[in-house]
C-alpha cells in the first residue's frame, strides 16, 4: 500500500492551506491576548480570593489557577476570530485577484478588437 505524501501546508486539492503560525500579525496579537488574559485572570482571582478571607497559600494557588484559565480562553478566542480574520483576508485577495484578471482580459479583448479592424 503506497500513500501519497502529502505536502506540507497543501490542502490536498491543490490549494494552500491559511495557517496562522506563518501570520506576523496573528501571532503577535494572539500572543498579547494570552498575557493580557493570564495576567488579569490571576489579579482577578488572587484579589477576590484575598477579599474573600482566604489564606494566602490558597489564595496564591486559586490566583495560579484563574491566570491558567483565563489564558487558554483568551488564546481560544483570539484564535477563533483570527481565523475568521484571515479567511477574509484570502477571500478579499481572491476577489480582487478575480477583478485584476477580468480588468486584463477586458483590455486584452479591446485591443485584439482594435488590432483586427
Known amino acids: 500500500m503506497a500513500k501519497e505524501a502529502k505536502k506540507k501546508g497543501d490542502a490536498g ?4 492551506v491559511v495557517r496562522l503560525a506563518a501570520h506576523p500579525r496573528a501571532q503577535q496579537q494572539i500572543a498579547t491576548a494570552k498575557s493580557w488574559g493570564g ?3 490571576f489579579v482577578l482571582v488572587g484579589l477576590l480570593s ?3 478571607g482566604v489564606p494566602a497559600f490558597e489564595a496564591g494557588l486559586r490566583a495560579l489557577g484563574g491566570g491558567f484559565g483565563l489564558y487558554l480562553l483568551a488564546w ?3 484564535v477563533a476570530i483570527w481565523r475568521e ?4 483576508e484570502v477571500e478579499r485577495a481572491r476577489r480582487l485577484l478575480r477583478e485584476h484578471a477580468a480588468m486584463v482580459a477586458a483590455a486584452q479583448a479591446e485591443a485584439d478588437a482594435e488590432s483586427a479592424s
Not at 486539492?13 to 494552500?16: L, M, V
Open 13 to 16: 486539492d491543490g490549494q494552500p
Open 39 to 41: 495576567l488579569l485572570g
Open 50 to 52: 484575598y477579599r474573600a
Open 76 to 78: 481560544a478566542g483570539a
Open 85 to 88: 480574520i484571515a479567511v477574509a
